[in-house]
Structures are given as C-alpha cells and as structure tokens.
C-alpha cells in the first residue's frame, strides 16, 4: 500500500516500526517508546493510539471513540486530527 | 529534589573485535570478572521499577557476550525499550533473527567511514564489507536502524557520502557524532581533533541535508565543544536520568566517570540499583547545582549545562569539580584553546597518512 502524508478520515493509520505504547512504571502513565525518546501520552492520545492497528480508518476511530466516551464526533475528531498529524511529523505513526 | 533515571546504558563487556582509537571506553580497565547473566537480568528489573524506560546494550561489543538474547527477554519482561548499540560485527543472520525473536526493538550501527579501505584501517579490522551486510539484514528484519559515525579529522570532510551511505541503507536516524575526547579518545586527541575550517564546513553539509532530508532522515549533528563557547550539559546533569553499569557492575553516572581520579563507585553484586541511584557517594557527588563551584554558581545557565562535562574537567583542568573548561568562563579555557588552536596547521595531517598508523593508539582489549 502506498503511504500517503496527509491524514484524512479515510487514512488506516499505524504504530510506526520500531515505537511500542508501555506504561511509565513511576507515574503509572501510558508512553509511547521509541529509538532513544519517548512521548508522554495523555489519556486521549493513548486511547487514539490503541486503535491505530493499520487496519480501521480515522473515521471509524472518530466513531468508535466518539461511542466509548458518550461524546459528539466534532471535538474528537480535531483530538484526533491533531495528535495523528503531530505524531506522523514526527515519524511515530504511518498512515495508508 | 528526587532525580529518575529514564535510560540504562548496559555496558555488558570490553571485549570488542574492533580497535577504534576515538573509543570512549576507559583507557585502563576496570579488574574484575563480567557480571554472569542473572546479575545483568536483576539489574534491568531494578532499573524498570524505578522508571527506567530505555536500555542501550552497549560495550565494548554486546554481541561478544552470548547471552544477549537473554538480556534482551528481560528487558522485554520488564516493559523496557531495548537498542542494541554494536559493530555488526558477529551479527549473523540467525543471532539477529533470534533478537527480533525476543523481543529487540532497535539496532545502532557504527561505521568509520563510507569507504571500506578508510573504515577498515581507523577500525584496525576488516569490518566495513560485513557492516553493510549486517545493516541491511536489519532493515530487512524491521528494526529501525540508527547508523553512527564518529567524526575526527580524517573523516569529517566525507560528510556528504557519509549522509549518502545513510540514506542507501534505509537508516531512519544518522548520529554524526564528532569525537568526545575521553578515554583512548583522548589518547589520540591531536590526530583526531578536526581543523576549525572542517567543523564550518561539516556543520554547514550537516545543516543542508537536514532540511532536504526532513522527514525521512533524522540527522543529529553536533559542534564538539572543543569549538564553542558554553559547555554541553553533559548527561543532562549527574545523576539526573541516566546510569550506566560497566562490565564488571559498577554503577556510573556517566559512561566514562571511571578516569575520575578518587570517586569511588558502587557494583550491584553489593548493593541493590535504586540504594546506589539514590544514595551512593558517586551520583550525589555531583547532582543538583549546590556543589556547583564558581564561576558556575552564579552563572544564568547553571540550569542548562550544569556546569559541563566532569570527566572534561579532570581531564583539562585536573579537578573534576571545577567548571567544565570548554566554558569560556572558565580559567582552563586558554589550555584548552591553545591545544585548539595547536591542531590547525594543516602541516600535521599529511606528515600522519605517511605513517601505517596514521599515528593513532588504537585502542586494545583488556587482558584475560
């Protein structure tokens, strides 16, 4: 599959090669670990990242959370938007 | 205040089939057997319950130690990320299909040079041909790759074939790490040292490529300190976020803290990682900034570089507690800038490649 730069809700995005969500053992905190740095997640960023499997869509992440939270789809999908694209600038996630 | 450590930097042995004269390695060793696979497992369970989130397994060359599958398990089981930081060399296809197997999440690959007969010569090996192998079985295996190159004189002009050679092998990070001037390196600091006009211009490729690269491949490229002004914060500050365990188990705040004439350090076959983080003679003696001496002690960037490099210190200036040299404020800047300045003739270079040698120690294993 072609990987493709800009995110939309049709994207599958994907844990990049080489990252892995783990807990911060000291603060109990989700992480997310990658070659020599990590990134603090906040309980939103952890709960996208734990769908992003390559397999479902932006939108059906947007959906899925939008359920789990009992909230409109409006709100998450900038959360969503946002930390996607910040993190695929930094090479931590892919999308196709 | 309360420090954590976030990285172990397992240093498993000194052995290493390679004789790289810039070696930060201490240049006489610590005595002692290497710590037997149950003490390094122990080790990073304890480093995981205080926080420690990466272990870089490093030496030497880790790949001499045939339990690093074993290492790396434990690792996994405690939830740490794991680098394996090595030569290549002794990377077979079936070791490294046995550390993806439990659980190895990245590979750090250093080359000398991007030429084999350069490569080989400053590693006192044949190396160059097998690296290139091994880093592709790498990319072909999944892991990301990090390919580091220390820079000195004879190397940094190739910066550009170099980034080259980083990019053809799908690296997703290049580390062009000048020289550190410490152990064998230090050793060798006048034939290594490159001129003022080879920093300019390498940082200058360094900065170009960055930009056209953005995205693809991350380039980390720093001036040596020799050449500024303001002293690195070395470790982001002693005892603050990383440790690092020697062959032998000893327990350091940074990887060459041993050259430190008189600091004494503790070894996890007597005292348990988080007794010797927390309250051992070695990480308090330079932690926080009360112990800071002057000009340090009033200085805005107490806070950013800590004071600078205390391996430098005691290297230059021959008191580890002083400022770190490198800072222009400090007393010892004018040794240091006559060593700098005693490396610009352009004559020395061409009087070293005549010899075999080019003039370097290389940088031997330890006996027994």
Not at chain 1, 28 to 50: Q, W
Not at chain 2, 53 to 75: C, I, K, N, T
Not at chain 2, 162 to 183: C, D, K, V
Not at chain 2, 333 to 354: I, M, N
């Amino acid at each position: 599959m072609p990987i493709v730069h800009i995110i939309t809700e049709q994207s599958r995005p994907a844990l990049a090669s080489g990252t892995r969500l783990s807990i911060d053992r000291r603060t109990g905190e989700p992480v997310l670990l990658y070659p020599e740095g990590v990134v603090e997640l906040s309980p939103t960023a952890h709960a996208i990242l734990s769908h992003c499997n390559g397999e479902v869509t932006i939108g059906e992440i947007i959906a899925a959370l939008a359920a789990e939270f009992e909230s409109d789809c409006q709100p998450i999908r900038e959360d969503v938007i946002d930390c996607l694209s910040r993190l695929r600038q930094r090479n931590l996630i892919v999308v196709t | 205040m309360s420090y954590r450590p976030y990285l172990l930097l397992a240093e498993l042995t000194h052995r290493c089939p390679l004789h790289c004269p810039y070696c930060s390695n201490p240049a006489s060793y610590p005595t002692g057997n290497e710590l037997e696979t149950a003490d390094w497992q122990r080790a990073i369970r304890e480093a995981a319950e205080m926080g420690v989130l990466h272990v870089g397994f490093s030496g030497g060359e880790p790949l001499q130690r045939h339990d690093l599958p074993d290492l790396v398990a434990a690792a996994r089981a405690a939830g740490l990320y794991s680098n394996l930081i090595t030569s290549a060399i002794g990377l077979s296809r079936a070791r490294a299909d046995e550390l993806k197997r439990v659980g190895l999440d990245s590979v750090q690959i250093s080359f000398q040079s991007d030429e084999a007969s350069v490569g080989d010569r400053i590693a006192g090996a044949t190396a160059h041909a097998k690296k290139l192998e091994a880093a592709r079985m790498v990319k072909e295996l999944g892991f990301p790759l990090t390919v580091n190159v220390v820079l000195h004189r004879e190397n940094i002009e190739r910066l550009e074939q170099l980034i080259s050679l980083a990019e053809a092998l799908g690296a997703q990070r290049l580390e062009l790490a000048n020289t550190q001037y410490y152990g064998w390196a230090f050793r060798n600091r006048s034939v290594l040292l490159p001129t003022r006009e080879q920093i300019t211009a390498a940082a200058q490729a360094a900065e170009k490529a960055k930009i056209r690269l953005s995205g693809k491949l991350e380039i980390l490229f720093v001036t040596p300190d020799y050449y500024t002004d303001r002293p690195k914060p070395c470790m982001n500050g002693w005892g603050r976020r990383f440790l690092t365990v020697n062959p032998v188990g000893d327990v350091l705040p940074c990887p060459t803290a041993s050259e430190i004439p008189g600091l004494r350090f503790d070894n996890i076959l007597a005292h348990g990682l988080a007794w010797i983080w927390e309250e051992s003679e070695a990480f308090n003696r330079f932690r926080g900034t009360d112990w800071l001496p002057a000009p340090c002690r009033n200085c805005e960037f107490r806070e950013q570089d800590f004071g600078g490099c205390r391996c430098q210190a005691a290297l230059i200036a021959g008191d580890a507690a002083v400022t770190d040299p490198a800072c222009s404020l400090s007393p010892y800047r004018e040794k240091l800038t006559r060593f700098v300045e005693s490396c610009q003739s352009p004559g020395a270079k061409e009087d070293r490649s005549s010899s075999t040698t080019g003039g370097f120690s290389f940088r031997q294993n330890p006996s027994g």
